[in-house]
């Protein structure tokens, strides 16, 4: 009985206490729960943030995981140097110590006692140990120090990548965005299509065959738009990623990219200004004077060290202060054939980063030589696709008004309507052509991302 009543109790006091309010966005989504499905509002999809050419290049060579990674490394090459560096310093050293024995220890007896041990003792040194003649410890500093170089230019190539994919991935978003726009008319077109010949039908002057025709290419229309909105998206998310964002990302207007230079400028201009040539040319440069600093393998290595101490109570051998120098002498005559080994593997890697660096060249006078020539040519075909599509889009409006007032069928007026989204669709990917034969020219160039970006 006790046990029903506390219960009853502790429900009342629950049910009267008073719950805190929720808030307003909770509220409202509760309440669109509650409701039923047909009576829901529609969920609105947020839209992206847009950014221009100029911010995304910025925000990728600050974010981009690449980038930070190259960085990264850079801050541990400098780290390793450190350590080398360490080789070559003095080092100072400190030890105390405190022994206790079961008992004095003394020599003799009478007037001739000698403490040899004191029961409590404490002793304590300092050393300071230097390297006089250490040409491997330098060499190694020094060649520590070119490995940093290396990766600082390593960090800018990597740099180069991100923003050379940052801006392709801006031009992908940018032309399918066209072809969205593209596709969007023609499926606009389509309906007004299918909206006559439905009236048409319905008014007696047309048949079911143009109305049937124009219903499947307006369903057709509105699957090529899906589509092309699928893409635009995994375009947009993947500039998204590629900036560091955790979303997609919709594009800010037309780049605004510097001029190409002339063919021989730009082939000239290759040599010394791509970063991939540049930290080749580093690399080739640390194997170089790795291969001319291998005599300091067979030189000696000279240290010496300087330690006073104290030791409290003295003793026979131990004064209560003193002091030690010395000079350590230590020279490899044979190591079983390892130096020569040694050498042997940095002149071969020597010879493959010159072979890397002679092919690299090449490849990059050919890289300007096609981006130039698919300029062009993707100039012209911009030039004949806009005549088509304007072609294409007057035929169209011509068979389209032909239709309206009977004089053609459908079947014309679709087909025509049909060559008018196929030419605005090639015009949007011939500018893009342009768009990337640009910038593949700045890139083979040297001339993108600017120095002052990298």
């Not at 899906?226 to 990623?241: F, I, K, N, W, Y």
């Amino acid at each position: 009985m006790r046990n029903a009543v506390f219960c009853t109790l502790l429900v009342s006091s629950y049910v009267g206490a008073a719950e805190p309010p929720l808030g307003e966005a909770a509220q409202r989504e509760l309440t669109e729960a509650l409701l039923p499905k047909e009576a829901r509002s529609p969920q609105q999809e947020s839209q992206p943030p847009r950014m221009s050419f100029e911010d995304v290049i910025e925000r990728a060579l600050q974010y981009n995981s690449a980038a930070l990674l190259a960085k990264s490394e850079t801050r541990r090459l400098i780290a390793v140097m450190e350590q080398a560096r360490a080789a070559s310093l003095p080092t100072l050293t400190l030890g105390v110590n405190y022994a206790r024995l079961d008992g004095d220890r003394i020599l003799g007896s009478g007037d001739t006692q000698r403490l040899v041990a004191g029961a409590d003792q404490v002793a304590g040194n300092a050393a300071v140990q230097l390297p006089i003649l250490a040409p491997s410890r330098w060499a190694q500093w020094l060649h520590a120090s070119d490995n940093v170089k290396v990766a600082e230019l390593s960090a800018k190539d990597a740099r180069q990548k991100v923003a050379v994919a940052a801006a392709r991935a801006y031009l992908l978003v940018l032309t399918q965005q066209r072809i969205v726009e593209a596709v969007t008319r023609s499926r606009d077109l389509a309906a007004e299509h299918h909206f006559y010949a439905k009236q048409r039908l319905e008014g007696g002057l047309g048949n079911q065959l143009d109305e049937v025709r124009a219903r499947a290419d307006w369903q057709v229309t509105e699957g090529q738009r899906s589509g092309a909105l699928a893409v635009l998206r995994r375009a947009e998310e993947l500039l998204g990623a590629m900036i560091g964002h955790d979303g997609p990302i919709d594009v800010l207007g037309e780049p605004q990219l510097e001029p190409v230079p002339p063919l021989i400028e730009a082939q000239q201009e290759a040599l010394w200004q791509r970063s991939d040539l540049k930290l080749l040319q580093v690399r080739a440069w640390a194997a170089a004077r790795l291969i001319r600093h291998s005599f300091v393998d067979y030189l000696p290595t000279v240290t010496g060290s300087f330690a006073p101490f104290f030791q409290n109570p003295p003793s026979i051998v131990q004064p209560l202060l003193g002091w030690q120098a010395r000079i350590d002498i230590g020279w490899t005559l044979f190591d079983g054939g390892l130096r020569y080994g040694v050498q042997h593997e940095r002149k071969a890697q020597y010879e493959q980063i010159k072979i890397t660096q002679w092919a690299t060249q090449l490849q990059a006078r050919a890289e300007v030589r096609a981006a130039s020539y698919a300029l062009a040519r993707a100039q012209e075909s911009v030039h004949a696709a806009k005549e088509a599509a304007e072609a294409a889009s007057l035929a169209a409006r011509m068979a389209r008004q032909a239709f309206l007032v009977g004089a053609t069928s459908s079947l014309d007026a679709l087909d025509a309507e049909r060559r008018a989204r196929d030419a605005e669709t090639a015009l949007a990917q011939a500018e893009d052509s342009v768009r990337q034969a640009h910038l593949d020219l700045l890139i083979a160039s040297g001339r993108f991302p600017s120095p002052q970006k990298q």
